[in-house]
């Protein structure tokens, strides 16, 4: 893989291929770029400086073809849909932009364009099956069964194309935290959205960056409003909001935060909601045992040295619940990566009555563990997310 090669040469030039590039290939620098473990320690200081100045720096739709798009999804002029309209993009990822406009009624929106063309790439990396590869190795995802991994990471790529689905789930994580003053979720503008373009209310705030700067107390607060819409939104709402990507949060006093991506989101049936709920429960009351005999059930193991090691790492993601309060460190997010990694090379070792596969829908809670784990310890707090499950799982 290209974030295999060495030296602090090796990670900028990583960075340079990955960072001007768009749909899954962007994902996986943006990936690289913040969670812990991904990167040799030794180069991820010069991967992130290079990668944040390419963000920053990220190719953009121009003006002209961000209007059209929006005139053909709204059917109106531009200027006739918005009182005003700035063309220059707010942010740019890599799937779509951002554009700050204003209603008529005067309330200050933030519309999501998708890029001209983002569909046919994304289509395109979906079936390069070395990307793909690539992508699932960043997601801590197996070789084994890799038609069924490669499936279930098509279908949620798709879906982030379609801005109806995402205003729909969003929807729904609205509902799921209405009367919380810390958990926000941005109203969304039903009649200026579509399929390739998605309004909502503006919201501002302090940027991630800032949040780590704050005092103890702030970033405390803030950690556990995370918790609880990231462990909420699974344990009750039946929903895995997989994209905990560090810009998909807004910063406010007294611990609120506007949660602003809800593009990539693995719905859980009632049986699989159902397993991880008595996994959590089983941590929160500190039963070793029936937290072995949920996690068995949950992963479909057979007994053997696979499922010792299985069992052992998920142990250790489930830290934070069995010695809260807890730290959450960069060195704790990477051994998590490096635990998943010793994982796929025993799994490829043992003989066949003792070899299993994780369910392949598990690759995005590898994805959310890792990427959540890793802003969780740029906080740098002792939280006590044991009470924060207690408190919502009682309501």
């Not at 590869?133 to 990471?153: D, N, P, Y």
């Amino acid at each position: 893989m290209l974030l295999d090669r060495g030296g602090a040469g090796g990670a900028k030039h990583a960075a340079e291929m990955l960072g001007t590039l768009r749909g899954l290939a962007a994902k996986v620098g943006q990936m690289a770029g913040y969670v812990d473990g991904l990167v040799p320690e030794s180069q991820r200081e010069a991967y992130e400086v290079s990668m944040k100045a390419l963000l920053a720096a990220a190719p953009k739709s121009s003006a002209a073809q961000i209007r059209a798009r929006v005139e053909q999804e709204l059917g109106a002029p531009v200027d006739r849909l918005f009182a005003r309209w700035n063309d220059e993009p707010l942010a740019s990822a890599s799937i779509g932009q951002v554009h700050v406009a204003e209603l008529a009624d005067g309330r200050e929106v933030a519309v999501k364009v998708q890029h001209p063309g983002i569909a046919r790439a994304v289509e395109s990396d979906l079936a390069n099956a070395g990307l793909l590869e690539g992508l699932v190795g960043v997601m801590g995802g197996q070789r084994l069964e890799a038609k069924k991994i490669f499936g279930v990471i098509r279908q949620r790529f798709r879906e982030e194309l379609d801005y109806r689905l995402e205003a729909e789930r969003l929807s729904r994580f609205a509902a799921l935290h209405a009367g919380d003053p810390e958990v926000r979720v941005p109203a969304l503008v039903t009649s200026h959205s579509a399929r390739s373009v998605l309004t909502t209310e503006l919201a501002r705030g302090a940027t991630f960056d800032e949040a780590c700067l704050s005092s103890p107390s702030a970033r405390l607060a803030w950690a556990l409003t995370m918790w609880r819409f990231v462990f909420k939104g699974t344990l009750v709402g039946g929903m895995l909001n997989a994209d905990p990507h560090p810009g998909n949060y807004v910063f406010h006093p007294k611990g609120a935060i506007t949660f602003l991506d809800y593009g990539c989101v693995q719905e859980l049936d009632g049986r699989r909601q159902t397993m991880a709920r008595g996994v959590h429960l089983a941590a929160l009351a500190r039963d070793e045992t029936a937290f072995g005999r949920a996690v068995a059930t949950m992963i479909a193991s057979k007994p053997g040295p696979l499922e010792d090691l299985a069992l052992a790492y998920t142990r250790r993601c489930f830290v934070p619940l069995f010695e809260s309060p807890y730290r959450i460190t960069r060195a704790y997010a990477a051994s998590l990566v490096d635990g998943m990694k010793e994982m796929t090379k025993l799994a490829l070792k043992v003989k066949d009555d003792e070899s299993f596969t994780m369910p392949p829908d598990m690759v995005f809670s590898n994805r959310l563990q890792f990427g959540f784990y890793s802003v969780l310890a740029r906080l740098d707090v002792e939280a006590d997310y044991a009470d924060v499950e207690r408190r919502f799982l009682a309501e």
